[in-house]
């Protein structure tokens, strides 16, 4: 078990390599000039750009830049902005606000998807799953952005039922609706997971059994079944963590949410590729542990599935 | 059973209901119908079955794949799908109750405690996301209101029982991580943990190696033995059971067409598609002849033939088998065959 965790640690090492590298590799390869817009509404000063290139080693190759970086990423550094704003310190305030969208979202996911999933999948055929077959159908293919706007527009404009904006202080309420914006794909795929699942492991030899014990149809059903069912619904939702994450910097940026999604999105808009290559190396990490968990997890779950 | 064994044994149950066998009858089947109703149509898979099944005997049921014979437990288990099975006519009684017009939740408490099931792959039946010792332990908790730690420590007993080596440290192990031979003995564990009257095992044997067989089969007429328990004994192997059973049921498309002591069968069969089971069965004494297979295929559920379901298969066929469905008839003494030309059959 500890072997495994190991191992899985140490095969993030390449993958963190690979990922930051290609992102560094995109981030300065977008044109523009990092400079421009500094210096008021005048081009600034040979002197100062040269200056600002040595300094932010500009100058270098791309690899040896990639070097410095990582070096100092090593040490915990995660660089200083153009701007000369430490990345840490804005990813720090940021955090917590994207940690408690996400995971909101995930609550929302997980009760709505799997409570839509089972009212469907024990009366498959009949109205309840044809409703739910519908409407999730309907969720998944309209684009997230649609989707938030749509409901920001009528439920926080025009009903003033929500709030419209979310504040820096990011409260539990006004996160609700973001929250419930950003789960919203998730709990369509969440229902109709579940739906399958339950419906298989409702034909399965087990489940017979279940009922030969003289179990009460909604113990067997409930504890025998879902039980088995939500082992796949439960990998759905830690790989969908990246999706999720993805989801943010369009949902942040609606509800004008000062997460990590709307401070990435600022950063590829200003250039500003120390921002980005920070945030993202962060991201790429928080999801590469969440994956392990979710693995761990997964074996926990399923008692055949084995880590050792 | 003595009086006194059969008053402990109640008094143990907490299920508010008791049942009291008469004169040690158990279970009455009686003109038995299951149909499935299917989009293609209706599959008649059990067609007027009756037996009756006493405290301490051991009934085989034996016939082809597809015959009906866990259609037939499952009746009795009341663990059909319904929808598609329909059950249009017939009783089962349990202690002098019908247990098809018994309300859902009385029906269900007799599930464990009353009557009993092994299944045929032990593998699949047990849930695997549990402990096999939790999933014995359940049947105290949700029949007897145990708490987990008593429970769990019926479940070690009972392990031990069944003779699961190390059970106690067996105990947490989960179903994939025992032998086939292993979990069919916890299947069993779990079957007879509140001490059923009646134990309906479906063909417990057919997915283990020969040796296991033995083995299982000998554990099964042990605990029989001990508890004075009514055994139905599901196979379409005759020489699984031979050693067992008391009485061999043959079934075909649905029906029971001969019902024997096992060793009056065995020697004379009473029934030309008894006949025809027994010669396809390899034995010692025969060797270097050729096996005598059963012609034709079993009917078609949604077309069985009218007469006798058989005839079309069947070399002592006549016109009358055609028109006139044969009835059970007791044609010896102790021996029933639903056969136009039994007698024939029995001493030609
Ligand atoms: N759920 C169902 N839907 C439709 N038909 C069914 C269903 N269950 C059983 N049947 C039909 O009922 C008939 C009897 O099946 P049953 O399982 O009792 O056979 P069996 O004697 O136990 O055979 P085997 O030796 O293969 O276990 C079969 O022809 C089968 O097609
Ligand atoms: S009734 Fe006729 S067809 Fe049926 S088994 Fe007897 S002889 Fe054969
Ligand atoms: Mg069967």
């Keep these: 078990m500890y072997k495994y965790i190991l191992r899985r640690l140490l095969q993030m090492i390449p993958v963190l390599l690979g990922s930051t590298f290609i992102i560094f590799?995109?981030?300065?390869?977008?044109?523009?000039?990092?400079?421009?817009?500094?210096?008021?509404?005048?081009?600034?000063?040979?002197?100062f750009v040269a200056k600002f290139k040595q300094e932010h080693n500009l100058n270098d190759p791309l690899p040896t830049r990639y070097a410095k970086y990582m070096g100092n990423l090593a040490q915990g550094d995660l660089g200083t902005t153009f701007r000369d704003i430490k990345v840490a310190d804005e990813l720090k305030q940021r955090y917590p606000t994207t940690a408690k969208l996400a995971g909101m979202a995930i609550i929302f996911e997980t009760l709505i998807g799997v409570i839509a999933g089972v009212m469907a999948g024990i009366r498959k055929g009949k109205f309840m799953d044809n409703l739910v077959l519908v409407s999730t159908l309907f969720v998944i293919a309209i684009p997230i952005f649609v989707i938030g706007a749509t409901l920001q527009y009528y439920l926080g404009v025009k009903w003033g039922l929500r709030p419209v904006t979310v504040s820096p202080q990011a409260t539990v309420n006004e996160l609700l609706l973001p929250a419930f914006v950003l789960g919203s794909t998730s709990v369509a795929y969440v229902a109709r997971l579940t739906r399958t699942n339950l419906v298989e492991n409702l034909r399965a030899d087990y489940l017979r059994t279940a009922i030969a014990k003289g179990l009460t149809r909604r113990r067997a059903i409930g504890l025998h079944a879902l039980r088995n069912s939500l082992i796949p619904v439960v990998t759905f939702i830690g790989a969908d963590f990246g999706g999720l994450l993805g989801g943010a910097i369009v949902t942040e940026r609606i509800f004008n949410i000062q997460g990590v999604g709307g401070y990435l999105f600022t950063g590829i808009h200003n250039r500003d590729g120390v921002s980005v290559v920070g945030t993202v190396t962060v991201l790429v990490l928080v999801f590469l542990l969440v994956n392990l968990l979710v693995d761990l997890l997964y074996g926990v779950l399923d008692p055949r599935i084995s880590h050792d | 059973m003595t009086t006194s064994e059969t008053m402990a044994r109640e008094s143990a149950k907490s299920s508010g209901q008791t049942y009291k066998p008469q004169d040690g009858l158990l279970l009455e089947v009686e003109d038995l119908h299951v149909e499935f109703h299917t989009p293609d149509g209706i599959a008649r898979a059990i067609n007027g079955v009756n037996f009756d099944l006493f405290e301490g005997q051991t009934l085989a049921i034996l016939g082809e794949s597809g015959s009906g014979k866990s259609v037939t437990a499952q009746a009795i288990m009341g663990i059909l799908d319904m929808p598609p099975a329909v059950i249009p006519k017939g009783q089962i009684r349990y202690c002098g109750q019908d247990l098809l017009t018994m309300p859902d939740e009385q029906r269900r408490r007799t599930r464990g405690p009353e009557i009993s099931m092994v299944f045929q792959d032990a593998l699949s039946s047990l849930n695997p996301v549990f402990p096999v010792g939790w999933q014995i332990a359940e049947m105290f908790r949700v029949h007897r209101g145990m708490n987990k730690s008593d429970a769990l420590e019926r479940a070690v007993k009972l392990m031990q029982r069944v003779q699961i080596p190390a059970a106690k440290e067996r105990v947490g192990a989960y179903p994939h991580q025992f032998s086939g031979g292993m979990r069919q003995r916890i299947m069993i564990a779990m079957a007879i943990a509140l001490d059923p009257a009646?134990?309906?095992?479906?063909?417990?044997?057919?997915?283990?190696?020969?040796?296991?067989?033995?083995?299982?089969?000998?554990?099964?007429?042990?605990?029989?033995?001990?508890?004075?328990?009514?055994?139905?004994?599901?196979?379409?192997?005759?020489?699984?059971?031979?050693?067992?059973?008391?009485?061999?049921?043959?079934?075909?498309?649905?029906?029971?067409?001969?019902?024997?002591?096992?060793?009056?069968?065995?020697?004379?069969?009473?029934?030309?598609?008894?006949?025809?089971?027994?010669?396809?069965?390899?034995?010692?004494?025969?060797?270097?002849?050729?096996?005598?297979?059963?012609?034709?295929?079993?009917?078609?559920?949604?077309?069985?033939?009218?007469?006798?379901?058989?005839?079309?298969?069947?070399?002592?066929?006549?016109?009358?088998?055609?028109?006139?469905?044969?009835?059970?008839?007791?044609?010896?003494?102790?021996?029933?065959?639903?056969?136009?030309?039994?007698?024939?059959?029995?001493?030609?």
């Design chain 1, 25 to 47: 590799a995109m981030v300065f390869a977008l044109p523009g000039d990092p400079t421009a817009g500094m210096c008021g509404e005048r081009p600034c000063a040979p002197a």
């Design chain 2, 198 to 348: 009646v134990l309906i095992a479906d063909e417990p044997t057919t997915a283990l190696d020969v040796t296991v067989q033995a083995q299982i089969m000998a554990l099964l007429q042990e605990l029989q033995e001990e508890r004075q328990m009514g055994l139905i004994l599901i196979t379409h192997d005759l020489g699984v059971v031979a050693n067992v059973a008391d009485k061999i049921a043959v079934m075909y498309a649905g029906r029971i067409v001969e019902r024997a002591d096992v060793y009056d069968l065995y020697r004379q069969p009473g029934h030309p598609y008894t006949k025809g089971l027994l010669e396809s069965i390899p034995r010692l004494d025969q060797k270097g002849q050729q096996l005598a297979a059963i012609g034709g295929l079993p009917p078609n559920l949604m077309r069985i033939p009218e007469g006798c379901a058989f005839n079309p298969r069947c070399k002592f066929a006549q016109d009358v088998c055609r028109e006139d469905r044969p009835a059970l008839l007791e044609v010896a003494p102790g021996r029933e065959s639903a056969c136009h030309f039994a007698e024939e059959v029995l001493h030609g």
